[in-house]
């Protein structure tokens, strides 16, 4: 059993996946940054403020919190609507940062394989034998 665990650790590829999930984990930091400090101003300056969490509908009347104050349930789209911006901006830094490094690496070279011709002459071949 032993055997067994350490091929699924050198063939699973887990060290590969621990590396990318590392990389990952200290990348999310400089992406939320970037949206946060640079992309989310501009869309303070286009919309007026960077947070709409502040909007909701209210449904009326009044409950008591954890705490024992009153507060008025309501439907806050506003908090959601910040989240979604923030994910949608962080999709699209992700994009344009996966889209300019794949432009930067050089072209893949796609391995020849066999031609049409020389596998109708190998199954031929392969049938004449039986």
Not at 20 to 37: E, N, Q, R, S
Not at 70 to 77: D, G
Not at 105 to 113: C, K, L, M, R, V
Request: hydrophobic share 50%; glycine share 10%; no cysteine.
């Amino acid at each position: 059993m032993m055997q067994e665990f350490k091929d699924f650790v050198n063939k699973g590829g887990v060290f590969e996946a621990a590396v990318g999930l590392i990389m990952a984990l200290a990348f999310a930091p400089v992406v939320t940054g970037l949206v946060d400090h640079m992309i989310m101003p501009i869309v303070a300056r286009i919309f007026g403020k960077p947070d709409f969490s502040d909007l909701k509908i209210g449904l009326g009347g009044s409950t008591e919190d954890a705490d024992g104050n009153l507060v008025e349930p309501a439907i806050e789209y506003g908090a959601w609507l910040t989240i979604l911006i923030g994910f949608l901006m962080i999709a699209l830094v992700i994009f344009m940062l996966v889209r300019m490094y794949n432009k930067s690496q050089p072209p893949a070279e796609e391995e020849a394989g066999p031609s049409a011709e020389d596998l109708l002459t190998e199954i031929r071949d392969s049938l004449a034998r039986s």
